[in-house]
T-cell receptor, first 118, second 107 residues
Framework: DGGITQSPKYLFRKEGQNVTLSCEQN?????MYWYRQDPGQGLRLIYY???????QKGDIAEGYSVSREKKESFPLTVTSAQKNPTAFYLC?????????????????FGPGTRLTVL | RKEVEQDPGPFNVPEGATVAFNCTYS??????FFWYRQDCRKEPKLLMS???SGNEDGRFTAQLNRASQYISLLIRDSKLSDSATYLC????????FGGGTRLMVKP
């Protein structure tokens, strides 16, 4: 089955530790994204990548880092510099960031990772 | 002002009712729009895409008014299973998500 997987589903971190969240897709999508969702809030873009070996900061990139060494994988590292990391993290992918006529392809989401800092 | 604004609700409606949500966006360059459904503690799932004036899929109708910069979602004959949060999304340079509107359908 094609889809997006994220692991782990739940993650607990002590203050001062870095943690890496996994995101894998087998949809052959070019673009991948990381969002953060806080209770009762919309999704906020952390980082995105439109092609392998390239990625861009989103609206709230401070305290996070990513890599895109393979088309299928886009891991997110939450560093100790992120002051309020407890949140629901969602990874998404889309076929390509923009199709003809300026219309964007929709994004498809993984099941998310719920990170809690103890 | 948020780029994409939605009434957070909750909208409490009885089964069988018709309910409508509005969403306003500030970026006039937005080209495409989407409605996603998100169940509690789950990922958003695409409900409808809106590229022109509107789209209809069964009980769900989305309409776009570019002049007034708003998108609406109409749900007819509400089911208990429609209870969820509905996210409005505008696509400009990137996708911008609204905060969501929570719907609760009661028996």
């Amino acid at each position: 089955d094609g889809g997006i997987t994220q692991s782990p589903k739940y993650l607990f971190r002590k203050e001062g530790q870095n943690v890496t969240l996994s995101c894998e897709q087998n949809l052959n999508h070019d673009a991948m994204y990381w969002y953060r969702q806080d209770p009762g809030q919309g999704l906020r873009l952390i980082y995105y990548s439109q092609i392998v070996n390239d990625f861009q900061k989103g609206d709230i990139a401070e305290g996070y880092s990513v890599s895109r060494e393979k088309k299928e994988s886009f891991p997110l590292t939450v560093t100790s510099a992120q002051k309020n990391p407890t949140a629901f993290y969602l990874c998404a992918s889309s076929p390509n960031p923009q199709q003809g006529g300026g219309s964007y392809n929709e994004q498809f989401f993984g099941p998310g990772t719920r990170l809690t800092v103890l | 002002r948020k780029e994409v604004e939605q009434d957070p609700g909750p909208f409490n409606v009885p089964e069988g009712a018709t309910v409508a949500f509005n969403c306003t966006y500030s970026n006039s360059a937005s080209q495409s729009f989407f409605w996603y459904r998100q169940d509690c503690r789950k990922e958003p799932k695409l409900l409808m895409s809106v590229y022109s004036s509107g789209n209809e899929d069964g009980r769900f109708t989305a309409q776009l008014n570019r002049a007034s910069q708003y998108i609406s979602l109409l749900i007819r004959d509400s089911k208990l299973s429609d209870s969820a949060t509905y996210l409005c999304v505008a696509a400009g340079n990137m996708l911008t998500f609204g905060g969501g509107t929570r719907l609760m359908v009661k028996p």
